[in-house]
Nanobody, 121 residues
């Protein structure tokens, strides 16, 4: 079982920046994909950014040019640098890993508990 813990959320004015961090509390054998999702009140959870095994990032159109996803291969930490934040970026941000905890274990999906990001006008 992999436990993921997000941090870095908070309240910021429009145009401001935040950096989210996702830390894994358990050892991971291999990671296929790492992602950040956002869930706004009353809405479904949506994919914001993702990074694959070779390190190629993909972004939701609305955050392209403003957000940057990155990772630390040595610690399996995941980051999301969010710049030029807008009120529509408000929501709970969740990290998501597709990974294996051991060589003979199956690829499984894990979620963090979420961190609140609120952007005021």
């Amino acid at each position: 079982q992999v436990q993921l813990v997000e941090s870095g959320g908070g309240l910021v004015q429009a145009g401001g920046s935040l950096r989210l961090v996702c830390a894994a509390s358990t050892k991971i054998f291999s990671i296929s994909r790492m992602s950040w999702y956002r869930q706004a009140p009353g809405e479904q959870r949506v994919l914001v950014a993702s990074i694959d095994l070779p390190g190629r990032p993909t972004y939701r159109d609305s955050v392209k040019g403003r957000f940057a996803i990155s990772r630390d291969r040595s610690t399996n930490a995941l980051y999301l640098q969010m710049n030029s934040l807008q009120p529509e970026d408000t929501g709970v941000y969740y990290c998501n890993y597709y990974c294996k905890v051991a060589s003979l274990r199956p690829l499984s999906e894990y979620w963090g508990q979420g961190t609140q990001v609120t952007v005021s006008p």
